[in-house]
């Protein structure tokens, strides 16, 4: 019978044969290409250059995977490129880990209980600046947990179980934190060596995030070591070092210097630590790395797999075991591509940041609500963030292939671009003195702040779209409104003043054999001290490290954001706009392109645009405008009529409107652009124009700035 039925099925869905097909070479595909193109210059319009300095060629083809080594590498071998379990997502799935940041530990509680419920399996806090700092708040502005006495670790974990993961960025430090956790969970009788995760602290990324450090390197590090001891011996599968990317990528960094910087970083922490007499290995088990996400989609996938390949080599040249040769990466979207602006657009942004992130392998993961840029997020943008990675894992089953893009000649190609550059700078960052001596020279700001004018400069000429923002606006948009700035008494701090022989005992812990501080502190901590109080005995009048500038946190698109609400701002203070008229010039299919064009490149600024079907004749348009009591005219129409029709259109503009800005719709061959100029038109709309600087202008001239 079964025979029978395969025999039927055979002659129903005969077999698939390629034979009649004769194999393309890349050069008689070149050939086509260059056809297609109709005398287009192949290298420019085809192959597309990165933030990354990277080429990005229009195809790719097995002649790539020659220049690559170790291709028969499996997934859970070799330099883990393919990831660091051979069943991927299938034995180890990546963890759910919604932020949350409500500033009262009892508020981030319930908002913790509620994410577990809906599907998340791990969490993540995020302290406030006052809790990372060591310090205890007498008002909360900013949002993230607040933390200061062993009743505050208490209530955030009231009701929670010892085994949920849990992910935290402790700050400069990890002792207090760490030891907070480890006094509230044995006083409700869990065991801390079930706690899995990262609660680790980033010495370096918060000096080059603050620029400030209160407390030196060298006491941080003692710090770092008496907690990676202690970590190691009473719970091993909690990280205590956590070192982040996010750094520099918030702060416009490319992939490359991102992943550069923060394995520097790593390397800084495996010299300092081994110089307090603790192994490599011992280390490396206590190092997470996070990585922030950006919209890139085969770069990020790349990022991630060239991520574990540095490790494994950084770690190999430590003398690290195999298994400590494995980098745990923890993921999260990144703010810097989010905008204000058509906010929802932001929903698609995170989907296709996750979806690289899985991709491209990693332990946990962290939607940011697509709200995260503007007001504190809700349960309605936590709940969507939350069922992006819900459905990832149940609807789109990405829990089951195991490294999807292994074998993408495009993508290993990609990650091995990748990994060779980000070694590069490593190598050059170590021969300079280290990621504390760059960063004490600002060449890592320098060399940051760089890409981020370049990413400022092709939104500004629209060579990068920014939905709602620098292309396609939403005139009626009514923006998400952040909460009133308020600053309202958080609580009042009951400190418990420690004794003389209190303070003596921590002092020496710190002092002491690695892997006492922990313990002191948790005892002191019993007796109802906090964060500040011990903060201050810790430092006891020590100096801290030299400022810095520092890698300030910036948004791609925050400069046109500005150029808008600086519109709005002076709208509803003195109830005008810049009118913008629109000189249409013949018959509707004459001028509407360029009229549709010109009208949504001045409604970035949020400008009033006046419409209208066009006119016969100049005159006819010089009084239209006149009468519109306009600020600025765009003259419209096609390349063939402007010899004829710009030079008297602007010249009579400019004569009965002297104040008025006459801009033209179209880009002025070299020729052409002097005398047109010399006619009274200021400026030239087209695809090429410096948007932000042609809007910025007319701001100028209008006396909003």
């Known amino acids: 019978m079964e025979t029978e039925e395969k025999n ?15 194999p393309t070479t890349y050069e008689a595909w070149k050939e086509e290409a260059i056809v297609s193109l109709k005398g287009g210059d192949f290298q420019k319009k085809l192959f597309t250059k990165t933030f990354e300095n990277i080429t990005l060629e229009p195809i790719y083809t097995p002649a790539h995977m020659e220049k690559i080594p170790a291709l028969e590498e499996t997934p859970g071998t070799g330099s883990f490129r393919r990831g660091i379990h051979a069943a991927g997502y299938r034995s180890h799935p990546w963890r759910i880990a919604q932020e949350i940041g409500l500033t009262l530990p009892e508020e981030a509680n319930s908002a913790a209980k509620l994410e577990l419920e809906k599907g998340a399996t791990a969490l993540r806090f995020a302290l406030n600046g006052a809790t990372l700092a060591g310090e205890n708040p007498s008002w909360v502005k900013e949002t993230g947990v607040s933390i200061t006495t062993l009743e505050d670790m208490e209530k955030l974990l009231s009701g929670m179980d010892a085994d949920i993961p849990l992910y935290v960025y402790a700050g400069a430090s990890a002792a207090s934190v760490v030891s907070l956790l480890a006094a509230a969970m044995t006083k409700k009788g869990d065991l801390i060596k079930h706690t899995v995760g990262c609660v680790g602290a980033d010495p370096l990324g918060y000096w080059a995030q603050e620029g400030q450090l209160g407390i030196s390197l060298d006491q941080l590090y003692d710090e770092a070591a008496h907690c990676v001891i202690w970590a190691g011996k009473n719970t091993p599968a909690l990280r205590t070092l956590l070192v982040r990317g996010g750094v520099y990528h918030e702060g416009g960094a490319n992939s490359v210097q991102e992943l ?24 490396a ?10 919209s890139n989609y085969f770069m990020e996938i790349a990022k991630l797999r060239a991520a574990r390949m540095l490790w494994s080599q950084i770690a190999a040249a430590f003398g690290c075991s195999e298994e400590n040769r494995k980098l745990h990466l923890l993921a999260r979207t990144a703010a810097f591509n989010k905008t204000v602006y058509d906010p929802y657009v932001n929903m698609l942004r995170t989907t296709t940041e996750a979806f690289s992130a899985v991709v491209g392998g990693i332990e946990a993961l962290t939607v940011a609500p697509f709200d995260e840029v503007i007001r504190p997020s809700d349960t309605f943008s936590r709940r969507i963030s939350r069922n992006i990675q819900i459905m990832l894992q149940g609807e789109c089953h990405l829990l089951q292939p195991v490294d999807p893009a292994g074998g993408s000649w495009y993508v290993e190609t990609l ?45 500004d000429r629209r060579a990068d779209v920014a939905v709602g923002n620098n292309m396609y606006p939403n005139p009626g948009e009514e923006l998400l409104l952040p909460p009133e700035e308020t600053q309202q008494p958080l609580r009042s701090i009951k400190e418990a003043i420690l004794t003389q022989e209190q303070k003596a ?38 100096p801290g490290e030299t400022d810095i500038v520092p890698i300030s946190r910036h948004r791609w698109t925050e400069q046109f954001e500005e150029l808008r609400q600086r519109t709005e701002r002076y709208k509803a203070k003195t109830g005008e706009n810049v009118k913008v008229f629109l000189a249409n010039m013949g018959p509707i299919p004459q001028h509407k392109a360029r009229a549709d064009f010109s009208r949504g490149f001045l409604e970035v600024a949020a400008f009033e645009v006046l419409k209208n079907d066009g006119f016969p004749s100049v005159e006819e348009a010089v009084a239209a405008a006149k009468e519109s009591g306009a600020d600025v005219t765009v003259i419209c129409s096609t390349d063939a009529t402007y010899p004829e029709l710009v030079p008297p259109l602007a010249k009579q503009l400019k004569e009965v409107c002297p104040k008025m800005s006459v801009l033209l719709a179209g880009a002025a061959p070299p020729e052409l652009e002097p005398v047109y100029r010399e006619a009274g038109v200021d400026d030239f709309v087209h695809v090429r124009a410096n948007c932000r600087k042609i809007l910025q202008a007319i701001q100028e001239a209008k006396g909003m700035i």
Not at 8 to 22: D, G, I, L, M, R
């Open 415 to 459: 990650t091995q671009q990748l990994a060779e550059a980000a070694w590069k700078l490593i190598q050059e960052t170590e021969e300079a003195g280290g990621v504390e001596a760059a960063l004490k020279t600002g060449k890592i700001q320098q060399d940051i702040n760089a890409v981020l004018q370049e990413r400022f400069k092709k939104l």
């Open 260 to 283: 550069a910087y923060a394995f520097s970083t790593a390397i800084a922490y495996m010299n300092a630590l081994r110089q307090r007499g603790l192994t490599a290995d011992q280390i």
């Open 285 to 294: 088990s206590q190092i997470m790395v996070e990585v922030h996400l950006g």
């Open 8 to 22: 039927v099925a055979e002659k129903a869905f005969p077999a698939v044969q390629f034979t009649e097909f004769e």
């Open 505 to 542: 005992a921590l002092l020496q812990a710190a002092a002491g054999t690695a892997g006492d501080l922990p313990p002191a502190l948790m005892d002191v901590f019993y007796c109802g001290a906090s964060l500040g109080e011990i903060r201050e005995v810790l430092n006891d009048g020590m």
